[in-house]
């Protein structure tokens, strides 16, 4: 099974708001990671979780906040969004983080701020 | 800033042809390289890893690595309307925590 679950789908919210993306895996992997994916652009790295650690951050404003509550869980928390941040997020896992590790990646969740 | 280059196309082929598509990255570091699909709307797919230089078949594809220059591609035989999707070529970042530095991707169309 390699199967990453995202949840939700679907997410409008307005600048104020403050909501949460769920990303879940049950397939023991240690690495987890957050993608975001703007139209007809690649995905571009934002954060890697390994074993639960926050490993890489890729400069991404702090009105997105990763969370890694356990090895199967991984959140992110957003909060004073801009039109801009529009955009597909991907969630992906990997067994360990190493070198030669695949990725898999869950559905995305499609956000759009208002 | 490690890159990763694809031809954005779109690469048109008819059905049952062969489509090759090609890719090329900065980081000689890079172990790994993988190919993924992604449909309009939808998720990356994985398609295809390949590690060491050489040719690596499953199926229908076929990876193809040369370390040396710096290229990975992918040759699709047999293809099929329901392969039109875009291509995305990755290299493991060594200076991301092994993340995926993702080519622009290549859009692929099989007519029938």
């Known amino acids: 099974d390699t199967e990453v679950t995202q949840t939700p789908k679907h997410l409008v919210m307005g600048m104020t708001n403050k909501k949460s993306l769920k990303c879940e895996q049950h397939m023991g992997h240690r690495a987890m990671y957050w993608y975001k994916q703007k139209a007809k652009k690649p995905p571009e790295l934002m954060f890697v979780?390994?074993?639960?650690?926050?490993?890489i951050n890729e400069s991404v404003p702090s009105r997105f906040s990763p969370e890694c509550p356990n090895s199967s869980l991984l959140n992110l928390h957003l909060h004073a969004l801009q039109p801009e941040d529009s955009a597909l997020y991907l969630c992906?896992?990997?067994?360990?983080?190493?070198?030669?590790?695949?990725?898999?990646f869950g559905p995305g969740t499609r956000l759009t701020v208002l | 800033q490690k890159e990763v280059e694809q031809n954005s196309g779109p690469l048109s082929v008819p059905e049952g042809a062969i489509a090759s598509l090609n890719c090329t990255y900065s980081?000689?570091?890079?172990?790994?390289f993988f190919w993924y699909r992604q449909y309009s709307g939808k998720s990356p797919e994985l398609i295809m890893s390949?590690?060491?230089?050489g040719d690596k078949e499953d199926g229908r594809f076929t990876a193809q690595l040369n370390k040396a220059s710096q290229y990975v591609s992918l040759l699709i035989r047999d293809s099929q309307p329901s392969d039109s999707a875009t291509y995305l070529c990755a290299a493991e970042g060594s200076n991301s925590g092994y993340a995926l530095n993702f080519g622009k991707g290549t859009s692929l169309l099989v007519t029938p």
């Open positions: 992906a896992s990997s067994p360990t983080g190493g070198p030669t590790d695949t990725q898999y």
């Open positions: 390949i590690y060491s230089n």
């Open positions: 979780y390994s074993y639960e650690k926050l490993s």
């Open positions: 980081d000689r570091v890079s172990q790994s």
